[in-house]
């Protein structure tokens, strides 16, 4: 994840911090995901009678660094969301969410992670199910008990408000509101506070979203939309990605209009409603949904490649023009393709919002920026991760190095290629800097959970793969990279799958180079 944070914390992808120190951005560790457990939730319907007879799958995917998270015993193929969304209300959240999953084993129960919503009902294959709530945990028992390969869909309709994540070390994330909606980044584990899920980056699934918000509002999800997407607002005319006209030719994906629309009315008077549909066509991690409501000011067109690309700004961001962060969308997705492998999503884009968060996060297809405005060093952070974090994802959080090393690195590539510090002299800058307690006494390679999106995963990770790129030499290493994305491709991977790529792609032994990189306290020797 990328993180964008004032401060050392790590946000959800990309922390923004201070301006001292060679770039304006250190990423290094900035934006972060956090986990946090909140409270029970409602029940709803109220629990079904004690546990029902029959065997369960597991209740946690076995992480240390998000305890509680994640489930066992099936293994999840589509999430369909159906949400109504009204930011001003109350109940903020009416929805159905329909999951597809394939049981692994016999499951007379399987557990759903969600937190502080109330269950209205669930169905499983479309018989009454049984459930129970414990803390963030929804255990589900079917009519009938599902045989081991059995394909299954359980409906859960459910309402609420979603609460907020505010941890100590980690800051606020998941469901944030703003003046004129909801902004949603949720990594680590701020998805089951707004659908139920077996929320871990080990079980990617595909998604749709149905939509649906008072009429004045725009609605912007993952993946590409199914029907119109129209902004609210304003902006003036259209100028897309690739110059006048865009390179597209100024069609949108799905038939989207990239046209300013109707001003926000107030809440008292929302009468009508507006609904749009979104498909993720690839597997993506629940922490990587998203669905931004507000009003935004939208431009669809395609790189010069042709990928096509869907950006929103809040026009109350000061200081953000809506078509240059569509143009530098278009650049870095072109730019990143050629070095990494081709682009892995059928879309691109992203949204900046009035959210007074200090983090962006690598959303699938469509990263999403807090109210901090338009930086072109984060924008290179944030797309990255659609290779490394969204199309290889990690398998277990240990391995966050994975990606936001990965992404540190395009970071500082960005800013060199921009006629910043060079990546040398990031990596010196960093290097010199003996006494750098965080950066050399946290191992990036398992750096525990209250370090998971600290300045040693970010900076020490970077660190980490210009050193490789010095040790193996830059063909090497970019064979390396692309054949990383291209064989682990909607997937998960780990360091150690990492490693040995490395040493078979470089024809060299590199085991001792990266546990005195990733796994040793103190400086490694150039």
Not at 32 to 49: E, L, M, N, Q, W
Not at 139 to 165: C, D, H, N, Q
Request: charged share 20%; aromatic share 8%; net charge neutral.
């Amino acid at each position: 994840m990328a993180g964008y944070s004032p401060s050392p914390r790590r946000g959800r992808g990309t922390a923004l911090r201070g301006a001292a120190g060679l770039a304006a951005l250190a990423v290094a560790g900035s934006l972060t995901a956090c986990h946090v457990t909140i409270g029970d939730g409602d029940s709803g319907s109220g629990p079904a009678s004690s546990a029902a007879a029959g065997p369960a799958g597991p209740t946690t995917a076995g992480d240390p660094y998000v305890p509680g998270d994640g489930n066992g015993g099936y293994d999840v193929q589509n999430y369909s969301l159906k949400l109504n969304i009204t930011p001003d209300a109350s109940t903020q959240l009416d929805a159905t969410a329909t999951i597809t999953a394939t049981a692994k084993e016999q499951l007379g129960r399987f557990n759903l992670d969600m937190t502080g919503l109330t269950v209205s009902s669930i169905t499983v294959n479309g018989k009454p199910a049984r459930q129970q709530r414990a803390g963030s945990e929804l255990e589900v028992a079917p009519a009938t008990e599902l045989p081991k390969g059995a394909k299954f869909t359980t409906v859960v309709k459910y309402s609420g408000t979603p609460r907020t994540i505010s941890d100590p070390i980690l800051g606020t994330y998941g469901w944030v509101r703003t003046s004129d909606g909801v902004f949603v980044a949720c990594e680590p584990s701020g998805a089951h506070t707004w659908f139920p899920a077996n929320d871990h980056p080990s079980d990617k699934a595909t998604f749709d979203f149905e939509v649906t918000v008072p009429q004045g509002l725009t609605a912007i999800a993952n993946g590409e939309p199914t029907t119109p997407v129209t902004g609210s607002g304003g902006g003036g005319a259209p100028t897309l990605p690739g110059g006048p006209g865009g390179g597209g030719g100024g069609e949108s994906p799905g038939g989207a209009t990239p046209i300013g629309g109707p001003s926000v009315v107030p809440a008292a008077d929302h009468r009508a409603t507006t609904t749009t549909t979104w498909h993720v066509k690839q597997p993506m991690a629940t922490y990587l949904a998203t669905v931004d409501v507000g009003r935004f000011a939208v431009r669809t067109g395609k790189t010069a490649s042709g990928i096509p690309v869907i950006t929103a700004v809040d026009p109350s961001v000061p200081g953000v023009n809506v078509d240059a962060f569509a143009k530098l969308n278009a650049d870095v997705i072109d730019q990143w393709s050629k070095l990494f492998g081709p682009y892995p999503f059928d879309s691109a884009g992203g949204l900046i919002d009035n959210a007074q968060v200090d983090f962006a996060l690598e959303t699938q297809t469509r990263p999403v920026y807090g109210a901090f405005g338009l930086q072109p060093t984060v924008v290179a952070h944030e797309l990255s991760h659609q290779w490394f974090g969204d199309s290889v994802s990690v398998g277990r959080w240990q391995d966050i190095w994975l990606n936001e090393g990965f992404a540190t690195y395009a970071e500082w590539l960005w800013g060199e290629k921009s006629g910043g510090p060079s990546v040398k002299e990031q990596f010196d800058e960093r290097y010199r800097n003996a006494s750098a307690g965080e950066l050399w006494n946290v191992p990036p390679g398992n750096p525990g959970r209250r370090q998971m999106f600290g300045r040693s995963v970010y900076d020490r990770g970077g660190m980490t793969l210009v050193a490789l790129r010095d040790r193996i030499g830059e063909d090497a290493f970019y064979r390396l990279l692309q054949a990383w994305t291209k064989d682990r491709k909607y997937s998960t991977g780990t360091t150690k799958q990492f490693v040995a790529m490395a040493n078979k792609v470089s024809g060299k032994s590199l085991d001792a180079f990266f546990d005195a990189w990733l796994y040793k306290k103190g400086r490694p020797a150039r």
